[in-house]
């Protein structure tokens, strides 16, 4: 199995990953963004949204998996190559979930270029910003190593996937509740 690793400060991530976990567990029962169903047949629009739903919930739980508890005692965050497509489907979500909740008073431009006034958010907002920041730049970091293969300030390793023993990685424990998430 191969999987790509980088690393993270725990500490600078937890409160981070603290302030989103509501939107991330919603995101196991909603849907990211209202979905424009391809037909009128409501059996068939059923049918289509379940599926959407499940999907993303392998998204999220891609997100989960990365950071599990190993990686909040070790700040090594382990993505799986399996798992590539999921978590960055995930983050996505996840960053439209942040941009229309708790960043939803910010201005669309502003945001995108990183030029909000850090100072006058609020402490959710702070969080927030952080978190949508946060995720943008591991969708950068992932698919840019996940293209070309490169080390990139945060990453540690030879900048591939390696191959590693399946064995040797520790998610924790696949039955947690979700009142368990990332405590």
């Not at 629009?45 to 739980?61: G, I, M, Y």
């Not at 891609?62 to 798992?83: C, H, K, P, W, Y």
């Not at 497509?85 to 431009?109: M, Q, T, V, Y």
Request: net charge negative; hydrophobic share 40%; with cysteine.
């Amino acid at each position: 199995m191969k999987h790509l690793e980088f690393r993270l400060q725990p500490e600078a991530v937890r409160p981070i990953l603290d302030s989103v976990q509501p939107l991330l567990m919603s995101l196991e029962d909603n849907l990211a963004t209202e979905a424009v169903p391809p037909e009128e047949d409501e059996m068939l629009v059923d049918f289509w949204k379940t599926d959407l739903l499940n999907a993303q919930r392998k998204d999220v739980a891609a997100i989960v998996e990365v950071f599990s508890d190993d990686f909040l005692d070790t700040g090594r965050a382990t993505l799986r190559q399996e798992n590539v497509d999921h978590f960055l489907r995930g983050c996505s979500a996840l960053r439209l979930k942040i941009r229309e909740s708790i960043l939803s008073d910010l201005d669309d431009l502003d945001l995108e270029k990183g030029e909000v006034d850090f100072d006058a958010l609020d402490l959710d907002q702070k969080n927030g910003y952080a978190a949508y920041a946060l995720f943008a730049s591991l969708i950068e970091l992932v698919v840019y190593q996940y293209e070309f293969g490169a080390e990139t300030e945060m990453g540690e390793g030879d900048g591939e996937f390696e191959d590693v023993d399946e064995d040797e990685l520790d998610f924790g424990d696949e039955d947690d509740s979700k009142d368990d998430f990332w405590k």
